[in-house]
């Protein structure tokens, strides 16, 4: 199906050449090919560009009828008659640029709905666009080219980097976010964590929370995605990380740069995690863990002890993956069922 132009506007287009030396791609056909947007393979048309990355999808490569194709120059050979090529080492990662090129987010259009609230004291870069019902609290720094959303809540205080987008019905307290840092609709930032002590006769009480989220830039938060504040010391999100829709962050954790946390994972207050650290879907960390650098933890899986760099586990509790998958192998011959 075509981009369509109600929700992703086409930016100005690119010649072959232009793309190419964009994405440090090696072309092939004609320079002055005009690229006008992009599609998958099946439905491209002859002013869009496409991508491929993996193999299977060679039978569509033979039928396209793109422009041309970001592809590995190992499979330059099998591109159709007629359709151009970029050859790059990255082909996925040349595509998105590209495409982000053909279709750019829209910029700040500047200006504060009348009906959005912002307090006097709050400090708003020119170009920044608040949206309808937002709210914009006392002391709240929103900087150059920043979007915030319909009825979204900037809290007290909160500062806001350059180019900011802030989905949508999302509130943020107790928060300073680095520049380029995506919110998207529904997530909450810096709310109280989830902290109480015992006390005489049963009752629970709240820990006061005093701690702050600061997100590094470029820091990419799913929709409904919740992010607690640090009680002593900051829930902190290295610089590039990414949650994905309905993720739990608790208080005091810390991330590295450039994290992935899939839908629906929760992470435990005081988790550590190193750099580039990849957690799949409704996976768990227990409180008060380090998970080293690269690690990998497997969809659904429960981690309840320290990984090391590089590590690989999956399972509940989360042993290293060829370990997990000698137990379930013995498990289905247990139980009858063969390998």
Not at 205 to 214: A, H, I
Not at 219 to 229: K, S, W
Request: charge should be neutral; include cysteine; aromatic fraction near 4%.
């Amino acid at each position: 199906m075509p981009v369509d132009p109600r929700f992703h506007p086409a930016g100005p287009p690119l010649t072959l050449g232009e793309a190419a030396a964009l994405v440090g791609a090696e072309a092939r056909g004609d320079a002055n090919l005009l690229l006008r947007t992009v599609g998958p393979l099946e439905e491209a048309g002859p002013d869009a560009l496409s991508f491929l990355d993996n193999r299977r999808y060679l039978p569509a490569l033979a039928a396209t009828r793109a422009g041309a194709v970001v592809l590995s120059a190992d499979l330059a050979g099998r591109l159709p008659e007629g359709v151009a090529g970029l050859l790059s080492p990255t082909p996925y990662l040349a595509f998105a640029r590209l495409a982000a090129r053909l279709h750019p987010a829209r910029p700040a259009r500047g200006g504060v709905h009348p009906s959005a609230i912002v307090d006097p004291t709050a400090r708003l870069a020119t170009d920044a666009e608040v949206g309808p019902q937002a709210v914009i609290g006392a002391g709240a720094e929103i900087g150059p080219g920043c979007i915030i959303g319909p009825l979204a809540v900037i809290g007290e205080g909160v500062v806001l980097g350059p180019n900011c987008r802030i989905g949508a019905h999302a509130s943020l307290s107790h928060a300073i976010l680095g520049q380029g840092v995506v919110v998207h609709p529904g997530a909450r930032i810096g709310q109280e964590g989830f902290g109480f002590a015992l006390a005489p006769g049963g009752r629970f009480e709240t820990v006061p929370q005093l701690g702050r989220v600061l997100l590094g830039d470029f820091v990419d938060v799913g929709a409904n995605a919740c992010i607690d504040r640090g009680s002593q010391r900051d829930t902190v999100l290295g610089a590039g990380t990414r949650l994905d829709n309905m993720v739990q962050v608790a208080h005091n954790v810390q991330t590295g740069r450039a994290c992935v946390l899939v839908a629906q994972v929760g992470i435990s207050g005081s988790v550590t995690l190193g750099d580039g650290v990849q957690i799949g879907g409704q996976a768990g960390v227990a409180g008060h863990l380090t998970v080293g650098s690269g690690a990998q933890v497997a969809a659904q899986s429960g981690v309840m002890n320290d990984l090391e760099a590089g590590a690989k586990v999956g399972g509940t509790p989360a042993w290293p993956l060829r370990e997990t998958f000698r137990a379930i192998a013995a498990l289905r011959k247990l139980a009858g069922r063969g390998n």
